[in-house]
């Protein structure tokens, strides 16, 4: 991944309480690191020698949408034009799962146009990036 010509954003559906977000960013996040370990730094130590693990090497801006904006991004990037980039999405169905082999087997029972999505991250190419999200407002 050349740093400089990728992005890589979280969409998040502005409507779910605090602790949702919190929950669905972390998850989004986790997921991204284990799929793209390319882009999390190495072990850094302060100046008293202590050891800190490494973080993303770049900023992951953090945007607000609509639930139903959400949806018709996610089905966007079905879209062959889109499939090189990474997606990781986090749906209704996955949070209210106790484990996730309750998630994968819920999953195969759940047709795509079922799934409410509570956030997305979306990383690849700066331009296809920019093409589905820039005009998305931070959230704050």
């Given at each position: ?39 999390v730094g190495a072990a850094v ?37 889109f499939q090189e980039l990474t ?54």
């Amino acid at each position: 991944m050349s740093l400089e010509n990728e992005k890589c954003v979280i969409v998040m559906d502005e409507g779910l309480p605090l602790g949702l977000i919190a929950n669905t960013a972390a998850i989004l996040g986790i997921t991204l690191g284990k799929t793209l370990p390319e882009v999390v730094g190495a072990a850094v130590e302060d100046a008293s020698g202590q050891s800190h693990l490494g973080i993303i090497e770049f900023p992951v801006p953090i945007l607000r949408s609509t639930s139903e904006a959400i949806k018709v991004l996610r089905e966007r990037l079905y879209l062959l034009e889109f499939q090189e980039l990474t997606v990781v999405d986090f749906s209704d169905l996955a949070q209210s799962c106790k484990t996730y082999t309750e998630f994968a087997e819920r999953m195969t029972q759940a047709p795509e146009n079922s799934l409410n999505y509570l956030g997305l991250a979306i990383c690849g190419a700066k331009k296809k990036v920019n093409q589905l999200t820039g005009s998305m407002p931070l959230l704050r």
